[in-house]
């Protein structure tokens, strides 16, 4: 089963920033935080990873809390482009794969 | 270009038969997996392989059948056995080591029996 928790759909302004939650409280301290998303009928793309720290990269920053219990994704500047289902993962660097529901994010325009 | 090449990406069979989903990456990968997914659902793992001639059975390995003969390849065999077989499958690939150990995916094989 899936670690996470993720809303199952939310909705974000085009131009404003999308902040997408997820919940992962029994995330033990070997485990990393991934991101993905999947636009309609396409293969999964990765957009970022962290363990601990916020980390930063061209498509989003990701927000872990202190507690490592919850994160936060950030697209800065959401475009239409942007509208797909965004899977949070939880798992140690060389395990499997197990992806949840996600969050399906439409981008208004 | 490196990549992970899925194909074909629409196969049609009869129900009954067995059919092989092609999955080839030259990313030089050590971890393989296959993923299905169905309309409006999330993927479900079927098969990863962490290594050549090693793998494991996912959430839904019943009805399908792999091999990892060589470290670009991981070919999937959906049975007849297989009682719902139309689905969008997925394959991807990941490295096991250095800083970043994310998967890259093919662009999946929608597969449709009939």
């Known amino acids: 089963d899936a670690k996470t928790t993720q809303p199952t759909s939310m909705d974000c302004a085009e131009g404003r920033a999308a902040n997408l939650p997820c919940n992962h409280s029994t995330i033990s301290g070997n485990e990393y935080v991934y991101w993905y998303r999947q636009i309609h009928s396409q293969g999964p793309q990765y957009i970022i990873h962290g363990l601990k720290n916020n980390e930063t990269n061209e498509m989003a920053s990701l927000i872990i809390t202190e507690d490592r219990k919850s994160s936060t994704l950030i697209l800065p500047h959401a475009t239409l482009r942007d509208t797909a289902v965004y899977y949070c993962i939880v798992r140690v660097r060389d395990d499997k794969i197990i992806f949840g529901k996600g969050t399906r994010l439409h981008i208004l325009p | ?114």
């Open chain 2, 1 to 114: 270009d490196g990549g992970i090449t899925q194909s074909p990406k629409y196969l049609f069979r009869k129900e009954g038969q067995n059919v092989t989903l092609s999955c080839e990456q030259n990313l030089n990968h050590d971890a393989m997996y296959w993923y299905r997914q169905d309309p409006g659902q999330g993927l479900r793992l079927i098969y990863y392989s962490q290594i050549v001639n090693d793998f494991q059975k996912g959430d839904i390995a019943e009805g399908y059948s792999v091999s990892r003969e060589k470290k670009e390849s991981f070919p999937l065999t959906v049975t007849s056995a297989q009682k719902n077989p139309t689905a969008f499958y997925l394959c991807a690939s990941s490295t096991r080591q250095g800083p970043g150990t994310e998967a890259f995916f093919g662009q999946g094989t929608r597969l449709t029996v009939v």
